[in-house]
Nanobody, 115 residues
Framework: QLQLVESGGGLVQPGGSLRLSCGAS????????VYWYRQAPGKERDSVAW???????NYAESVKGRFTISRDNAKATVYLQMNSLKPEETAIYFCHVLLGGTSYWGQGTQVTVSS
Protein backbone atom coordinates (compact mmCIF):
# COMPACT_ATOMS: atom_id res chain seq x y z
CA GLN A 1 0.00 0.00 0.00
CA LEU A 2 1.47 3.33 -1.06
CA GLN A 3 1.99 5.78 1.79
CA LEU A 4 3.37 9.30 2.02
CA VAL A 5 3.97 10.68 5.49
CA GLU A 6 4.94 14.31 6.02
CA SER A 7 6.61 15.61 9.15
CA GLY A 8 8.61 18.56 10.40
CA GLY A 9 5.97 21.26 10.46
CA GLY A 10 5.43 23.59 13.38
CA LEU A 11 5.38 27.16 14.57
CA VAL A 12 8.23 29.40 13.43
CA GLN A 13 8.82 33.13 13.58
CA PRO A 14 9.00 35.21 10.41
CA GLY A 15 12.45 34.85 8.91
CA GLY A 16 12.92 31.46 10.50
CA SER A 17 13.57 28.04 9.00
CA LEU A 18 11.99 24.61 8.97
CA ARG A 19 12.85 21.36 7.26
CA LEU A 20 9.97 19.18 6.15
CA SER A 21 10.29 15.48 5.41
CA CYS A 22 8.15 13.20 3.29
CA GLY A 23 8.69 9.50 3.91
CA ALA A 24 7.45 7.15 1.21
CA SER A 25 6.64 3.45 1.12
CA UNK A 26 4.78 0.95 -1.02
CA UNK A 27 6.39 1.80 -4.36
CA UNK A 28 9.81 2.07 -5.99
CA UNK A 29 10.59 5.55 -4.73
CA UNK A 30 13.69 6.12 -6.83
CA UNK A 31 11.73 5.83 -10.08
CA UNK A 32 9.41 8.77 -9.47
CA UNK A 33 9.43 12.50 -9.12
CA VAL A 34 7.99 13.98 -5.93
CA TYR A 35 6.21 17.26 -5.42
CA TRP A 36 5.60 19.55 -2.46
CA TYR A 37 2.37 21.53 -2.41
CA ARG A 38 0.85 23.87 0.15
CA GLN A 39 -2.67 25.00 0.92
CA ALA A 40 -3.44 28.07 2.98
CA PRO A 41 -6.85 28.50 4.64
CA GLY A 42 -9.47 29.38 2.06
CA LYS A 43 -7.06 29.06 -0.85
CA GLU A 44 -6.27 26.51 -3.51
CA ARG A 45 -3.50 23.98 -3.21
CA ASP A 46 -0.43 25.30 -5.02
CA SER A 47 2.80 23.62 -6.03
CA VAL A 48 5.91 24.75 -4.21
CA ALA A 49 8.75 22.59 -5.48
CA TRP A 50 9.39 19.32 -7.22
CA UNK A 51 12.26 16.98 -7.79
CA UNK A 52 12.59 14.50 -10.60
CA UNK A 53 13.73 10.90 -10.24
CA UNK A 54 17.17 12.01 -11.42
CA UNK A 55 17.37 14.84 -8.91
CA UNK A 56 16.55 17.82 -11.11
CA UNK A 57 14.64 20.45 -9.19
CA ASN A 58 12.09 23.15 -9.91
CA TYR A 59 10.53 25.79 -7.71
CA ALA A 60 7.62 28.15 -7.65
CA GLU A 61 8.82 31.67 -8.33
CA SER A 62 7.80 32.83 -4.87
CA VAL A 63 10.16 30.42 -3.08
CA LYS A 64 13.20 30.45 -5.36
CA GLY A 65 16.36 31.16 -3.44
CA ARG A 66 14.75 30.36 -0.06
CA PHE A 67 13.49 26.77 -0.37
CA THR A 68 15.51 23.72 -1.32
CA ILE A 69 14.07 20.34 -2.22
CA SER A 70 16.22 17.22 -2.03
CA ARG A 71 15.82 13.48 -1.90
CA ASP A 72 17.49 10.50 -0.28
CA ASN A 73 16.56 7.41 -2.26
CA ALA A 74 18.15 5.07 0.30
CA LYS A 75 15.72 6.43 2.89
CA ALA A 76 12.83 6.91 0.44
CA THR A 77 12.49 10.44 1.72
CA VAL A 78 12.15 13.87 0.18
CA TYR A 79 13.02 17.00 2.13
CA LEU A 80 11.99 20.61 1.83
CA GLN A 81 14.33 23.06 3.52
CA MET A 82 12.51 26.34 3.99
CA ASN A 83 14.41 29.47 4.95
CA SER A 84 13.36 33.10 5.46
CA LEU A 85 9.77 32.06 6.01
CA LYS A 86 7.01 34.62 5.68
CA PRO A 87 3.65 34.81 7.50
CA GLU A 88 1.80 34.36 4.22
CA GLU A 89 3.45 30.95 3.88
CA THR A 90 1.38 29.62 6.72
CA ALA A 91 -0.29 26.56 5.24
CA ILE A 92 -0.59 22.82 5.30
CA TYR A 93 2.27 21.36 3.27
CA PHE A 94 1.66 18.13 1.35
CA CYS A 95 3.85 15.82 -0.66
CA HIS A 96 2.52 14.24 -3.82
CA VAL A 97 3.45 11.57 -6.34
CA LEU A 98 1.83 10.61 -9.60
CA LEU A 99 1.90 6.91 -10.41
CA GLY A 100 0.26 5.54 -13.52
CA GLY A 101 -2.03 8.53 -13.77
CA THR A 102 -3.16 8.30 -10.14
CA SER A 103 -2.38 11.05 -7.64
CA TYR A 104 -1.25 10.13 -4.16
CA TRP A 105 -1.08 12.60 -1.28
CA GLY A 106 0.15 12.53 2.25
CA GLN A 107 -1.91 13.81 5.16
CA GLY A 108 0.03 17.08 5.29
CA THR A 109 1.98 18.90 7.94
CA GLN A 110 1.00 22.30 9.33
CA VAL A 111 3.45 25.18 9.02
CA THR A 112 2.60 28.34 10.92
CA VAL A 113 4.74 31.43 10.48
CA SER A 114 3.91 33.93 13.19
CA SER A 115 5.51 36.09 15.82
Amino acid sequence: QLQLVESGGGLVQPGGSLRLSCGASGFTFSRYGVYWYRQAPGKERDSVAWITKTGNTNYAESVKGRFTISRDNAKATVYLQMNSLKPEETAIYFCHVLLGGTSYWGQGTQVTVSS
